[in-house]
């Protein structure tokens, strides 16, 4: 069973628009931790922010703020004003404890911004 | 600060052919592990490894082999290459488990004939 969806494949936007990526998640256990890993054009993972179960506060860095609300197994990300920068494929991926911390990943989003 | 290294960063092999992918990390990690990424899908993981002398198997380690002889190194083996071993394979370390961020290197990107 999938346990990190990533429903939208692609999101494509125009430059200053705003836009938010939706992760849902699935777990039985009490302590985990979520990620959002970039991977822009030129291929190499980049690690975005990391959520632990306990900790529900969302996040602002800059541009970028996370959405994570265990009510609904979401841990959303959105994008404010975006840059042809922020064109690439974003990923939302799952640790737990009884599964030794191994990440499991969603299948990505493609974000591409048009100037 | 080089981080995670993989070699080669590209390759192309013929069907039956082996190589090692080489992964090193020089941030004295504990932990290693082995993803494979194909076209419109996440990362699988492959192999993983807790210390030197330690490695367990991922979600699909069929034709693969790996070892861990120090901390800093990692190499995955392909022994006989099939198509189906074609994708972009990443290596990744971090320093414990407990939701530790994983670190990854530039990527591997095999194709088989």
């Known amino acids: 069973a999938q346990k990190v969806t990533q429903a939208q494949t692609e999101i494509s936007v125009v430059e200053k628009e705003d836009v938010t990526l939706d992760c849902v998640y699935e777990?039985?256990?009490?302590?985990?931790?979520l990620f959002w890993y970039k991977q822009p054009p030129s291929g190499e993972l980049v690690f975005l922010i990391r959520?632990?179960?306990?900790?529900?506060q969302n996040e602002i860095s800059g541009r970028y703020s996370w959405n994570f609300q265990k009510s609904t197994s979401s841990f959303n990300f959105t994008i404010t004003a975006s840059q042809v920068v922020d064109s690439a494929v974003y990923f939302c991926a799952l640790s737990e404890a009884r599964n030794d911390y191994k990440l499991s990943f969603g299948a990505g989003t493609t974000v591409t911004v048009r100037a | 600060n080089a981080g995670v290294t993989q070699t080669p960063k590209f390759r192309i092999l013929k069907i039956g052919q082996s190589m090692t992918l080489q992964c090193t990390q020089d941030m004295n990690h504990n932990y290693m592990y082995w993803y494979r990424q194909d076209p419109g899908m996440g990362l699988k993981l492959i192999y993983y490894?807790?210390?030197?002398?330690?490695?367990d198997k991922g979600e699909v380690p069929n034709g693969y082999n790996v070892s861990r002889s120090t901390t800093e190194d990692f190499p995955l083996r392909l022994e006989l290459a099939a198509p189906s071993q074609t994708s972009v394979y990443f290596c990744?370390?971090?320093?414990?488990?407990?939701?530790?961020?994983?670190?990854f290197g530039d990527g591997t990107r095999l194709s088989i004939l």
């Open positions: 959520r632990n179960s306990f900790d529900e």
């Open positions: 990744a370390s971090c320093r414990g488990g407990g939701g530790e961020p994983q670190h």
């Open positions: 490894s807790v210390g030197a002398g330690i490695t």
């Open positions: 777990t039985r256990d009490t302590t985990y931790y």
